[in-house]
């Protein structure tokens, strides 16, 4: 097996792992809530992603749609100027506090670095 085969193989199953297949996302749940949320809720079909949004001293966890996860949307329809959020797609993954660094993006990169020093 060539090193370029190994590395999509390895890319692909890493993939697999993070995808939920026909089953509906769960997300942490919890309107201005001034601690972490514990309360989690099933999405809506066509809700395919986690969000956590941090205001002040409060934070906001739902389902959200993937296409609306940009700054200016989320603005709009929360009606907020200054705030952090962030989005991601898997399950119960909006739990943490809000770091900028997507978890599964980082798992991904791990692995495949560890694997490019292996080989």
């Known amino acids: 097996m060539t090193k370029m085969n190994f590395i999509l193989l390895t890319a692909f199953i890493v993939l697999v792992a993070f995808c939920s297949f026909g089953s509906t996302l769960r997300c942490y749940h919890c309107e201005n809530s001034p601690s972490l949320c514990r309360s989690n809720s099933t999405c809506l079909t066509n809700e395919d992603t986690c969000l956590q949004m941090k205001f002040g001293k409060l934070r906001t966890f739902s389902c ?8 200016n949307e989320i603005a709009e329809f929360f009606q907020l100027d200054n705030f952090e959020f962030f989005c991601c ?30 080989l």
């Open 64 to 71: 959200w749609k993937f296409s609306q996860c940009k700054m």
């Open 89 to 118: 797609q898997h399950d119960l993954c909006n739990e943490g506090a809000i770091t900028g660094v997507n978890k599964a993006a980082f798992s991904v990169a791990s692995v495949m670095a560890m694997l490019w020093m292996l």
